[in-house]
């Protein structure tokens, strides 16, 4: 089956820095991924959609300045949380499909920002 | 706009009574429907998916769901419950609106009592 794999699992950084977040489909090529946050006991927000060679679309209320994506080629797409501070501290996850319904969903990277 | 209903924000059963967890959904076009689950601190593991054809739809772990258009409904369904389904289930839509965009609802946690 399709397979995503994100990287780093787990990050911790220092308030103000930049941290990246990659997001690889690893068997497949694909056209569209989307990027989530998951607050604690709490559901799945979709922050942008992305695809590949063109700029994200992110959703209402999502800082296109602060989350930094791109999708640089069928196969990677990495989110930059810049200058983050302690309220980014979340569950990132990413899914990766190929222009039909179903996606593939990646093992999540948890951030902390200390 | 797609949207998706998930009724109860927590179920609890005891092991070996019937599962129901209820969704219902909101879609302009002819919709995709999926059943997540995520156990503490995992990722997403998709358990099954409704695209079009059989609406009767039987996934991993024993749990089916239905798709009802005329009550805009897919409830996931499970005659057993085990301790290991204790969890979070996500219902999820996904349509051509957007690119294919995934909405999750908000989540139902399962409780199994012994």
């Known amino acids: 089956g399709a397979v995503v794999s994100q990287h780093p699992s787990r990050v911790i950084c220092k308030s103000g820095t930049s941290v990246k977040i990659e997001c690889r489909s690893l068997?497949?090529?694909?056209?569209?991924m989307f990027w989530y946050r998951q607050f604690p006991k709490k559901s799945l927000m979709l922050m942008a959609t992305?695809?590949?060679?063109?700029?994200?679309?992110?959703e209402q209320g999502v800082e296109k300045d602060k989350f930094l994506i791109n999708h640089a080629s069928l196969t990677l797409s990495t989110l930059t949380v810049t200058s983050a501070h302690p309220e980014d501290s979340s569950f990132y996850i990413c899914?990766?499909?190929?222009?039909?319904?179903?996606?593939?969903f990646g093992p999540g990277t948890r951030l902390t920002v200390t | 706009a797609q949207s998706v209903t998930q009724l109860d924000s927590h179920v609890s059963v005891s092991e070996g009574t019937p599962v129901l967890l209820r969704c219902n959904y909101s879609?302009?076009?002819?919709?995709?429907l999926f059943w997540y689950v995520q156990h503490p601190n995992k990722g997403l593991q998709l358990l099954l998916k409704?695209?079009?054809?059989?609406?009767l739809v039987k996934g991993i772990n024993g749990f089916e769901a239905e798709f009802k258009k005329s009550e805009t409904s897919f409830h996931l369904t499970k005659p057993s419950a085990h301790m290991s389904d204790a969890a979070e289930y996500f219902c999820?839509?996904?349509?051509?609106?957007?690119?294919?965009?995934?909405?999750f609802g908000a989540g139902t946690r399962l409780f199994v009592k012994a």
């Open positions: 068997d497949f090529q694909a056209t569209t």
């Open positions: 899914s990766a499909g190929q222009g039909n319904y179903e996606q593939y």
């Open positions: 409704y695209t079009s054809a059989a609406t």
């Open positions: 879609s302009s076009y002819s919709p995709s």
């Open positions: 999820v839509v996904s349509d051509r609106q957007g690119g294919f965009k995934t909405i």
């Open positions: 992305s695809n590949e060679g063109s700029k994200a679309t992110y």
